[in-house]
């Protein structure tokens, strides 16, 4: 369910957003997420940017692993 | 069971080895007729190698070909796996009433400077123009003869525990090319075919390294597919690391979009070969200098256990068996 | 290996506790799951067990049948995710109808049929809309551009479903759930937290390598010490609140009903439908389409699977009638499926 994709936001107009992810482009919707703005991180699902990313896996499963 | 035929069994995975063995095998079978890509008949004076493809592909033109060029190299590399200089290749078009003269012309065009660029001469061919409707576009089958030196001997049922596998390129950027252009995905990739005639590379390894297994064609159903018959024909296991898979860009990034599976995009200018360990290094660096392959890499070994399968170790350090080729390729989205 | 995912490695293959029972709900995990080789890490005493979180595999099968009926019988123009292709009707999958003539096309969006029909005013074009709160979103926002630009050849048939009533339905199948994470980032946790204060245990998890294994690494500790928990593994895309957004365009656009899932049979209150005022866009409206009932194979267990309470393997269809290019139940239907991935993975 659900295949999300981690992408780079290039630019923005009327509610629609360019994103990148690894060599690929594709205008998805930005109307969901408030104050988009390139450079921004977006997790993408079937052409909806469903959620701003504030961090790297990593990073968090680093500070998530503190937990315990 | 179908009663008609799919557009699955002609995916190159397990239905299309089943139509084929149903139907074709079973009318067919004769010692000559192998899976390989291309049979190897004795003759007066030595061996040669014969292949025959159809190519259907929509779009006939497509970002780093056309179907024309696809025809020519689709021949060549067949022979070239076999170990074969390819020397003569007949073709036969059918086109559909109605198609552009000057697209033919581009497409031929494209044959031309295809077939002198693997050094194959196109000495027959046949036209056959059927009326509006009956075919998309234009249709082409080309027939390639080569001649294998003495001491060659390739074959998928050839690999040994303890050889190397190799891949002359990054994988799966024909299929997500034509998967781009004919879907209504709305993706932009930067994403060209590798559609490419392969026998100087297969040549200069020879010439490199004698004692090469396994020559193998990754076109339709892509590295994965090839692999799974190779393990499946010589009753070997493959290791896969996932770390070393070349692959571009363009194609990881629509692949994640997709949820596809890049070892199972095909392939037009992608051969798997497998060769002993010692020689593996000396392979990858020849094909390196060449243009078509220049991002060779050894990408697993050949191993005497799981017999048939293809073993992943995947980027936490586990072992896990590849998927094994599905049908038709399928977007998994939600 | 990055440092982290060797630490939550060591704490998973360490494990030596009590037998420990962990449902993973979405689909995505299942697939990652078996694709990262995660499973073959984990000690007896653990078991994954694989959940309902995949829209194609819980799609009932008298939805393919609507489908294949506004394609070949009221000549629609069928937009859908290449997961619906190939999942078997009653008679016939969609793969079947297009070999007969009908016209389906593969998208990536839902925007993507919208735009098929702006620009092919003479084709009907209908959207399965399938999947849960992460996708429904999407289809909502195709609906309302649709009626901003006046298309009348456009149309969706819905088949969107909502995960709290099934969690109540599966509490007491797994020691903790590990939640969709991309679901958790339109509703937020609230649902999740309340499950906790019952007494049902579970994580949020991402789907990278690090994020998978550290969100098992937690949900074993967390299990060992005995007390209800809920914590949010993937804190970098899931909020407290989720996507206020999206869940007020949902609300705008659909509403609640009673829906089907199949293998686990009818879930009050778990499915969403369009709302009167979106009920142009409605295809079961629009093409006055029949009350369709679908009729599957009765030795299909895949309802037990679903649950937790067989394996795929102790089905007696599994493998032999049932496989991934014959699929008979749910949960072979799709690549994520409990059953396709044990299939593909572990035999």
Redesign the interface.
Known sequence: ?????AAKVLSIKDGEAVI??????????A????DLAPGDYV??????A??K??????D???K??R?? | MNNTVTLAMGSGGVQTSELIDNIFKKNFSNPLLTSDDAAVIDFEGGRIAMTTDGFIVSPYEFAGGNIGKLSICGAVNDLACMGAEPLYLTCSFVIEEGFPLEKLEIIAGSMAETAKKAGVVIVAGDTKVAGKGQVDGVFITTTGVGRIADGISTSGAFARPGDKIIVTGDIGRHGCTILLSRES???????TSDCAPLWKNVKACLDAAKDIHVIRDATRGGVGTVLYEIASQSNVGIMLDSSKIPV???????C????LEPLYLACEGRLVISAPADEADKIVEVLRAMPDSENAAVIGEVTDSDPGKVIMLTAIGAKTLLARPGGELLP??? | M????E??RE?ITGYKGREIRIMEV???HTHEIFRLGIRQLLPESIKLISGP???VCVTPVGYIDEAVMLSLERGCTICT?GDLIRVPGSEKSLAQARSEGADINMI?????AVEMAKNFPDKQVVFLAV??E??T??AC?AVKKAKKLGLENFSILTANKTMPNAYERLKHSADAFLY????N??TGNAVCRKLCDEGVSGVVS???A??L???L??TI??LEKGEPFF?N???????EEG?I??QK?MKEVMEECDTEWRGLGLIERSGQRLRKEYSDFDARIKYSLPEIKGHSNAACRCGEVLQGKCRPDECKLFGKVCTPLHPVGACMVSD?GACSAYYQYDR
């Open positions: 369910m659900c295949v999300g994709l990148y992810a690894g060599g690929a482009k594709r205008t998805i919707s109307e969901l997420i408030e997790m993408v699902h079937a052409g909806v469903i959620s990313i504030t961090d790297t896996d990593e968090q499963a680093g998530i692993m937990i315990i | 995905f709305g993706i932009d990739a930067d994403v571009a860009d363009g194609v990881k990034g629509t994640s979009l997709l949820g998994r989205i939600c | 990055n440092e982290v995912i630490q939550a704490i979405c689909g995505t979180g995949c829209p995710f990536y969006s839902p925007d993507d999947g849960f992460t996708t979103p999407s926002l969709p994470g991309h679901v980032a339109i991402g789907f990278t690090a994020e294994m550290s969100a690494a937690v500790r967390m914590v593994c993937y804190p970098r895309v899931v909020t996507n957004a999206a365009l994520e």
